[in-house]
C-alpha cells in the first residue's frame, strides 16, 4: 500500500543546477499537488493538477515547472536552482470529493548552495 | 483569497492536561472544509480531524476535538489528556470556495507535551 511516493528524500545542489523531484501515487487520484515549508513555517502551494493534462499555479510558482503526463505522476522540476529554493517539498494527492483528504508524501529536504 | 491564522507560535502543556490550539480564517464562501494536521520530527503530514462548515455540531476524534464557531471564523483544536507522542507542530487549514482545489494552511503551532 504505497500511497504517495516522492524521491529522493534528500538532495544537495549547488546554485544555477536543475533537478526533478518525482512523484508518484497509486491511488488513482485525479488532484495532485506541490507544497513546499521552509523552517518554522506553514506549507505554500507550488503548483497543482486536477487530472492529466492539466496544470495550473499556486501561491508561490516562480523558479519551478510542472507536468502531468499521467494520472499517476507529477513530477516538479527546478531550473537554476538559487538558495531561495532550500526548502522541504511535499506532494499531495486527493480524490476531490466530498470527503477531501490529502495524502502526503514523506517530503523531500532540498538545499541549495 | 482565503487566510488562515494560527497565533500562537510556540505553545506547551504538561502530560495529561487539556491543551487548545487556536485558529482563525477569513473567508467569504459560506460552504467550506476546516482541518487540523499534525507534523511530528518525522515530518510526515498527518490529518488529525475534519469538520464541515455545513455541519453545527463539532468534530470529535477521541482525545481531539474542535470548537468551530462560524460566525466568528474561528476553529480551534482541544485535545484531551495529552500524551507525549503529541509533540509535534499543528497546522490549520481551509479548503474550498474560492481557493479552488487546494488546501491554504496556517503558519503552525509547535507543540511540547512535557513528562
Known amino acids: 500500500n504505497a500511497g504517495v511516493t516522492q524521491t529522493p528524500k534528500f538532495r544537495i545542489l549547488k546554485i544555477g543546477q536543475s533537478m526533478t523531484l518525482q512523484c508518484t501515487q497509486d491511488?488513482?487520484?485525479?488532484?495532485m499537488y506541490w507544497y513546499r515549508q521552509d523552517p518554522g513555517m506553514g506549507l505554500k502551494l507550488i503548483y497543482y493538477s486536477v487530472g492529466a493534462g492539466i496544470t495550473d499555479k499556486g501561491e508561490v510558482p516562480n523558479g519551478y515547472n510542472v507536468s502531468r503526463s499521467t494520472t499517476e505522476d507529477f513530477p516538479l522540476r527546478l531550473e537554476l536552482a538559487a538558495p531561495s529554493q532550500t526548502s522541504v517539498y511535499f506532494c499531495?494527492?486527493?480524490?476531490?470529493?466530498?470527503?477531501?483528504?490529502?495524502?502526503f508524501g514523506s517530503g523531500t529536504q532540498l538545499s541549495v548552495l | 483569497a482565503q487566510t488562515v491564522t494560527q497565533s500562537q507560535p510556540e505553545m506547551s502543556v504538561q502530560e495529561a492536561e487539556t491543551v487548545t490550539l487556536s485558529c482563525t480564517y477569513d473567508?467569504?464562501?459560506?460552504?467550506?472544509?476546516l482541518f487540523w494536521y499534525k507534523q511530528p520530527p518525522s515530518r510526515q503530514m498527518i490529518l488529525v480531524i475534519r469538520?464541515?462548515?455545513?455541519?453545527?455540531q463539532n468534530a470529535t476524534e477521541n482525545r481531539f476535538s474542535v470548537n468551530f464557531q462560524k460566525a466568528a471564523k474561528s476553529f480551534s483544536l482541544k485535545i484531551s489528556d495529552s500524551q507525549l507522542g503529541d509533540t509535534a507542530m499543528y497546522f490549520c487549514a481551509f479548503f474550498g470556495g474560492t481557493s479552488g482545489s487546494r488546501l491554504t494552511f496556517g503558519e503552525g503551532t509547535q507543540l511540547t507535551v512535557n513528562p
Open positions: 491511488m488513482n487520484h485525479n488532484y
Open positions: 473567508t467569504s464562501e459560506s460552504n467550506y472544509y
Open positions: 499531495a494527492s486527493s480524490t476531490q470529493g466530498r470527503d477531501e483528504k490529502l495524502f
Open positions: 469538520q464541515e462548515a455545513y455541519k453545527q
